[in-house]
Every structure is written in structure tokens, then in C-alpha cells.
């Protein structure tokens, strides 16, 4: 199972940007899928997630930021917008995959780069 993100970049202080991730490979079905960020000299910390019934912000990002999951495509889009100082990092795409009925995977995506600039 392959997360490949998308929609990284430079963004202007309260700008704007979609993050969007597509999982392939041996999908049985999907639990959970995220957005992880990790600044310099920071732990990985959690974004957003979503699952069928629910999603979870961060306090930093709530209110400015919407996760959501297309099931048909197996991919999950992140919206940030007022984009601040402290949200350059680097941005991973996480999913909780079954591959088989009985076979549960935690798989991150390569990472995309998001950079806050004028």
C-alpha cells in the first residue's frame, strides 16, 4: 500500500493551500486517514484525521483547516486556510489500511513540503 501527496509549496502568511493524498495498492478497506506535520527540531504531531464517522483537529489548525475523504478514490484532501508562521513543515499523509480482512497496516506517505513566506 503507496500514500502519494500533493499540493505542497510556498504560501503567503494567510494564504491558502489543499494537501491531498491518493492510497493505492492491496486495499480492503480504509479506517482512518490523516495529516501529519513535522517542523525542524519538532515531533511529528498530528493535524487532522478523519474515519467514517468522525474527524479530529488540532487545536493550532481548528477552525482553519477542513479534512475530507472520498471513499470511491481512497483519497483524503486537507484545506488549510489563514496559513500562520508556525504552520510551515513538513506535511505526511497517514492512513490505518486493511489489506485483508484480517491484516491492518499504518502507512505514510513520502512527505510534501509546505513553506509560509511573503
Known amino acids: 500500500v503507496q ?3 500533493s499540493g505542497g509549496g510556498l504560501v503567503q502568511p494567510g494564504g491558502s493551500l ?7 495498492g492491496s486495499i480492503f478497506s480504509i479506517h482512518r486517514m490523516g495529516w501529519y ?5 519538532k515531533e511529528r504531531e498530528l493535524v487532522a484525521a478523519i474515519t467514517s464517522g468522525s474527524t479530529n483537529y488540532a487545536d493550532s489548525v481548528k477552525g482553519r483547516s477542513t479534512i475530507s475523504r472520498d471513499n470511491a478514490k481512497n ?4 484545506q488549510m486556510n489563514s496559513l500562520l508562521p508556525e504552520d510551515p513543515a513538513v506535511y505526511y499523509c ?3 489500511v486493511a489489506s485483508t480482512r484480517s491484516t491492518w497496516l499504518q502507512v505514510w506517505g513520502q512527505g510534501t513540503l509546505v513553506t509560509v513566506s511573503s
Do not use: W, Y
Not at 506535520?37 to 527540531?41: D, E, F, M, S, V
Not at 483519497?75 to 486537507?78: E, I, R
Open 37 to 41: 506535520r513535522q517542523a525542524p527540531g
Open 18 to 24: 489543499r494537501l491531498s493524498c491518493a492510497a493505492s
Open 75 to 78: 483519497t483524503v484532501s486537507l
Open 3 to 5: 500514500l502519494v501527496e
Open 94 to 96: 497517514h492512513a490505518v
